[in-house]
Structures are given as C-alpha cells and as structure tokens.
C-alpha cells in the first residue's frame, strides 16, 4: 500500500490489473516516477499515464507541474495506463499486416442450382471482419476476443455489411492508455477506408468492459467511415442509415431497439473519432473548401475547427438526434 516509511516514499501503481510496489527518496518528485517506470517497465514517457485519484487527476509526461513531488501521490490509488514499446511495436506490426494488399478470391459465378441461403452464406465469408485481434498485453485476452466475436456475429451488423458491402481486414480492439486525454476519449477509428477498425471495449482503467450497445454503435460510426471520411451530411446520412439497419434486425429477433433502451451519444470528453485516419493522421471536415458555424462566430474552414467548436458541434448534433430518437419513439407508439 502507497505511505512513507521513514525516509522513503512507498508507491504501489497498479499496471495491466496487477500491482506493482515502489520506493523512493522522500523529495522525489513526479519526474522521478516517470523515469522510473520508463527504466524498469520499459514503457517510454510518451506511452505513459497516471490516473490518480483526488484534484491531481490524469497526469502525462510532459507534465504540467513535473516537481509534484511524491509523498503527495502516497495515499491515493494510483494506475499506471501504457504501453511497452515492444507492445506498441506488435500492434503496428499486426495492423501493417491486414493492411497490406489482399490478392481477392476469385467468386464463382452463381447457379440456378444454389439457393437463397447459400449465396448468404458465401456473402457473409465475404463481407465481414476477416481478422479479430484482442491486445494480448491488456488483462482477460479471452473477453476481449469473445466481445468482438459477439459484434461481427451481431444479425444487425452481419445484414448491414452485407448490404453495404463491406470487408474489413482486421477488427482489434483500442489501448485506452494511448487514446485518452486530459480532455477527451477516443471511442473507436477507422483506417484507411476500412483497412483497419479499432474500438474502445474496455473502461480507462483496464478493469471492466464498456456497454455492448454503445461499442456496436461505435462501430456503425466507424462502418460509415469506409465511404465517407469527414464528418459530413453525407457521412451522417450513413451513419443513421446504417444504425436503422442494425437496430431493424433487433426488432426481427425479438429484442428491444436500442431507441426504446438506450439512445447513447458520447459525453463530451467522448469523441467517435477525428474523422478518417489516413496513414497514421486524424483528418477533421473536407478538404474542398467546407466551411462551418464557428462558436466565436462567422464560419472557419471545417479542418481548423477549435475543441470548442468540434463540442458545440458535438452537441447539436446529440439534441438533432435526441429529437429524432423522440419522434420515432412516437411513430413507433402511434403505429402500434
């Protein structure tokens, strides 16, 4: 447990679910910590973050106050959230490789003699996340995998890739230690077109998974991305073509639609994504000269958008939606 003992400060992190015990002078500080974790964890200080509980909050090298000094982290919970280089170097390496060119399989042309169900059938091997990686460094592997089996075997998901086409090389899931901010989260991101698909499953702390219909939304959004890359009328009008389509095959198997359950949009520190992500860049609006509703006022270029305005957007976006959600509760309510 985290104290001081005499002239030593006693710090247990807890990293990947498992606890790790530290001593230190009593004037060390949090550059110290840092350049502790980099020597015998062999994570970098770029990979590095500490959740720590109290006013101190999530602290990431470079740090704001680096003279922190430690006797002031002795008594709080404290997570470690990163990466080893080696574990960095593995996932890049596992994306490289579904990304690379795919020679497609030549798809013999149909018969009178086969039926409806087997040309679904040879759609589905077609038109589906041909690769599932969990990240094998994060606790419970085993989960992770069974929860992106749980979305490419998802009916509504399997009908919409069907409908639109869509063969995605490798679906993985999101390290949240390299996708969390002092100000925002990351819920999935989309490579190339559809090359790659990572989704945030599990909470900031590695020690639980995220709701199963908020992650399926996610990956509605990131499908849509395999058409469109900015976040325009053009992409939201396949994205809530794409979610219809998903939460319609809810309805034909009996369940509840995720409109009567649950309508989720992000919090704002929560962001689908940045747009398109192209050879390792986030990609925000158009670039043909989009222009939007600024919040300072008049409009800017769509890729120069300040966080305020990608919020205030944000925000617009989820009461247009609120708003459509309540209609079609009441649609739904006056046709029955």
């Known amino acids: 447990m985290s104290g001081t003992l005499g002239r030593e400060v006693q710090l247990t992190l807890t990293h990947h679910g498992k606890p790790l015990s530290l ?13 502790r974790v980099a020597i015998e964890l062999s994570i970098p200080p770029s990979n590095q973050k500490f959740l720590t509980g109290g006013k101190l909050g999530l602290q990431k090298p470079p740090f704001k106050n680096p003279n922190i ?9 404290i997570t470690l959230m990163g990466s080893t280089s080696a574990e ?3 996932l890049n ?7 690379a060119p795919r020679r497609p399989s030549p798809i013999k042309a149909a018969t009178p003699a086969r039926n409806r169900d087997y040309r679904r059938i040879q759609e589905e091997a077609q038109y589906t996340f041909h690769t599932l990686r969990p ?3 994060l606790p419970n592997p085993d989960r992770s995998l069974r929860f992106l089996e749980r979305l490419r075997d998802d009916a509504g998901i399997k009908a919409a890739m069907r409908t639109h086409k869509f063969s995605v090389p490798l679906l993985t899931e999101m390290d949240p230690a390299i996708h969390t901010t002092h100000e925002s989260r990351t819920l999935g991101l989309n490579r190339n077109q559809g090359e790659v698909i990572e989704l945030r499953l599990r909470t900031d702390a590695y020690d639980g998974y995220r709701d199963y219909k908020t992650i399926r939304k996610t990956l509605c959004h990131e499908l849509a991305h395999n058409v469109w890359g900015p976040h325009d009328r053009n992409f939201w009008n396949l994205c809530k073509q794409i979610e219809r389509e998903v939460e319609r095959d809810d309805w034909r198997s009996g369940g509840r639609s995720v409109g009567n359950e649950e309508y989720y949009e992000p919090a704002e520190e929560e962001m689908y994504d940045h747009g398109g992500w ?3 860049e986030f990609v925000l609006g158009g670039g043909g000269g989009e222009t939007v509703a600024s919040s300072t006022g008049g409009n800017v270029p769509a890729g120069n958008l300040s966080r305020r305005d990608i919020l205030a957007k944000a925000a617009e976006e989820r009461l247009k939606k609120s708003k459509q959600a309540e209609q079609e509760r009441k649609d739904v309510g006056s046709a029955s």
């Open 93 to 99: 390496a596992s994306i490289a490789a579904a990304s």
């Open 278 to 280: 192209t050879g390792g």
């Open 88 to 90: 960095v170097s593995l």
């Open 69 to 77: 000094p430690l006797s002031d982290l002795a008594s709080k919970k």
């Open 23 to 35: 001593s230190f002078p009593k004037d060390a500080t949090l550059t110290e910590l840092s350049e």
């Open 135 to 137: 990240l094998p460094h």
